[in-house]
């Protein structure tokens, strides 16, 4: 059974940093890119940023470049999103998701950026 | 960047009805479409890839089409666990964009 737990969240002051993981299992992690995507309280899925199988390609949304980094240890089975500088409108839950398609996503993790 | 209109933003039907719900890509994305339901409290879950495939495990109810750029779910015989709100998203162009979604109300 494909599984992608994330963790890491939680509540930091504005400017702070804070790095989320997301642990697979039940699949050839290093056979899949990976997404992290974000969703804002009552609001609509935002895609954050994307690393391939290898780490070879890597995308970013504009509102996080700069400011996030996505990795991947596919020894340990786990996608990272270092985030720093954060901002008070980074307020999301985050989920980690699946290649192609974004077809199995995690349960997310909350991360809160408030004074 | 690609952006995906979707309509209608809420809509609320009964049991066994049929519902479509469209996207509007603002370019050609070929058939770069996916459609996600997201249950209240809960991830999101694909239910349609690649505009028209069904995704493993989605009942043959759910179903996608396209017609130029527009893109539509249409849901048949509704069911009441079918609530909730569904997004569409490209994948043709970075950055891979969502549509704003449409909560779907079982009467």
Request: proline share 4%.
């Amino acid at each position: 059974e494909v599984q992608l737990v994330e963790s890491g969240g939680g509540l930091v002051q504005p400017g702070r940093s804070l790095r989320l993981s997301c642990l697979a299992s039940g699949f050839t992690f290093s056979n899949y890119g990976m997404n992290w995507i974000r969703q804002a309280p009552g609001k609509g899925l935002e895609w954050v940023a994307s690393i391939s199988s290898s780490s070879s390609y890597i995308y970013y949304a504009d509102t996080v470049k700069g400011r996030f980094t996505i990795s991947r240890d596919n020894a340990k089975n786990t996608l990272y999103l270092q985030m720093t500088s954060l901002r008070s409108e980074d307020t999301a839950l985050y989920y980690c998701a699946r290649d192609p398609m974004f077809d199995y996503w995690g349960q997310g993790v909350m991360v809160t950026v408030s004074s | 960047d690609i952006q995906m209109t979707q309509s209608p933003a809420s809509l609320s039907a009964s049991p066994e009805e049929i519902v479509t719900i469209t996207c509007q890509a603002s370019q050609d994305i070929g058939n770069w479409l996916a459609w996600y339901q997201q249950k209240p409290g809960k991830s999101p879950q694909l239910l349609i890839y690649s505009t028209t495939s069904l995704a493993d495990g989605i009942p043959s109810r759910f179903s996608g089409s396209r017609s130029g750029t527009q893109y539509s779910l249409k849901i048949s015989r509704l069911q009441i666990e079918d609530t909730g709100i569904y997004y569409c998203l490209q994948r043709y162009s970075n950055p891979w964009t969502f549509g704003g979604g449409t909560k779907l109300e079982l009467k």
